[in-house]
């Protein structure tokens, strides 16, 4: 298991978080974990309503948290985004944002909780859903989060930022390894 700690990007600081942790976990059937805690003034924070667990488009422009695996050395990658709504999405990409005609088998688990402080989202994402990994190379992960105040603009998180401007899929930004189970 991982515990990692996420980043503000420089370029929209939210003084409303004051801690972004995310663990990560490979199950032993070979599901992917992931657990997203926020701790901060929740009252300054966009968190959507509960909605049906439906895949949708768009998430990433309010409060949503996420997740890009690839397979090390490989140039395809898939994102999946999981809001605090309960609301999903789930994308492949060939190589640098150039997307796939690809459907999740299965759609994630995702648990939701929040106090005044915390805010706590938990997402399981099926082993047939991650990457085709026929190598046993390690998946490389980037672990990113929006976060929109209540003001309408959004900061971004992640464990690391490549690039002057926000950009999940950028590889660079892919530094967690984890091996296959």
Request: net charge negative; aromatic share 10%; with cysteine.
């Amino acid at each position: 298991m991982f515990n990692k700690e996420l980043i503000c990007h420089a370029g929209r600081v939210c003084n409303a978080v004051q801690a972004m942790q995310v663990k990560v976990e490979a199950e032993p059937q070979g599901d992917l974990q992931l657990s997203y805690e926020l701790t901060g003034d929740l009252a300054q924070i966009r968190i959507p309503a509960p909605q049906p667990p439906d895949a949708v488009d768009g998430l990433w422009e309010h409060t949503c948290f996420e997740v890009f695996v690839a397979v090390e050395g490989e140039a395809n990658y898939h994102e999946f985004n999981f809001s605090p709504s309960s609301q999903w999405a789930a994308y492949a990409f060939s190589c640098y944002r150039v997307r796939s005609a690809w459907t999740a088998s299965r759609r994630p688990s995702i648990r939701f909780a929040r106090t005044h402080e915390h805010l706590l989202l938990e997402a399981v994402i099926a082993a047939a859903d991650l990457p085709r990994n026929n190598t046993g190379k390690p998946f490389q992960l980037a672990l990113t989060a929006v976060i929109e105040a209540n003001d309408g603009t959004c900061s971004h998180w992640a464990l690391q930022h490549p690039e002057a401007s926000p950009d999940f899929h950028h590889r660079e930004g892919f530094i967690l390894s984890l091996n296959q189970t």
